[in-house]
């Protein structure tokens, strides 16, 4: 199994240009979603999903949008990119999403390095 | 979901136990206590969880005490690969969706 894979690891951005992160999970895991990583602040979830046509907001969902159209892939889209969503991006994937039950363990994926100037 | 405190850093010495500590004192009965560290530069990793139990894998033990308001993290032979944040979790039904990551504590093992 690969895991959890994410494309690219960096990227940079120019304000107000638009990209697409992918995440790839080959482990059928229902749930998946993607947090945001900034210096001092730890990780954030910004959307995350609990299956295929099931999306739902994070802490801090503004500027992105998700879908997630199969099991196996989410990716994270930036509408119009600002300096302020400069970060690191990590996805994340787990069987379960019940708290404490079997497969609950995520799985997280290397990250993308985002720049955006 | 309760909150969790750790200390900044740590350090221990290669092949030598490693002993996390964690203050979650507000936990509830349905809470369980989780373990992820992050290595430099790459993605979070779980490491174990547990509700009041003490638990053991591959990995690390975890040993939560008896009034569940803190509980260790242990890697038994600690190696240089080990140097990461180790990250404290309190997850309970209210957070099924998320995994709240704090500051951690830096554990550098030295040679």
């Known amino acids: 199994n690969a895991g959890v894979t994410q494309t690219p690891k960096f990227q940079v951005l120019k304000t107000g240009q638009s990209m697409t992160l992918q995440c790839a999970q080959d482990?059928?895991?229902?749930?998946m979603s993607w947090y945001r990583q900034d210096p001092g602040m730890g990780l954030r979830l910004i959307h995350y999903?609990?299956?295929?046509?099931?999306?739902d907001q994070g802490e801090v969902p503004n500027g992105y949008n998700v879908s997630r159209s199969t099991t196996e892939d989410f990716p994270l889209r930036l509408l119009s990119a600002a300096p302020s969503q400069t970060s690191v991006y990590f996805c994340?994937?787990?069987?379960?999403?019940?708290?404490?039950?079997?497969?609950?363990?995520?799985?997280f994926g290397p990250g993308t390095r985002l720049t955006v100037l | 979901d309760a909150k969790t405190t750790q200390p900044t850093s740590m350090d221990c010495a290669e092949g030598r136990a490693a002993n996390l500590p964690c203050n979650h004192s507000t936990i509830s009965g349905n809470e369980y206590v989780y373990w992820y560290r992050q290595i430099h530069s790459q993605g979070p990793q779980y490491i174990i969880h547990?509700?009041?139990n003490n638990e053991t894998n591959e990995m690390a033990s975890l040993i939560i005490t008896e009034d569940r308001k803190s509980s260790t993290l242990i890697l038994p032979h600690a190696t240089l690969r080990d140097t990461a944040v180790y990250y404290c979790?309190?997850?309970?039904?209210?957070?099924?969706?998320?995994?709240?990551f704090g500051k951690g504590t830096l554990l550098t093992v030295n040679p």
């Open positions: 547990g509700l009041k």
């Open positions: 979790i309190v997850r309970g039904l209210g957070s099924n969706y998320k995994l709240t």
């Open positions: 994340a994937s787990s069987y379960s999403w019940l708290a404490g039950g079997p497969g609950n363990e995520q799985f």
């Open positions: 482990m059928n895991h229902e749930y």
């Open positions: 999903s609990v299956g295929a046509g099931i999306t």
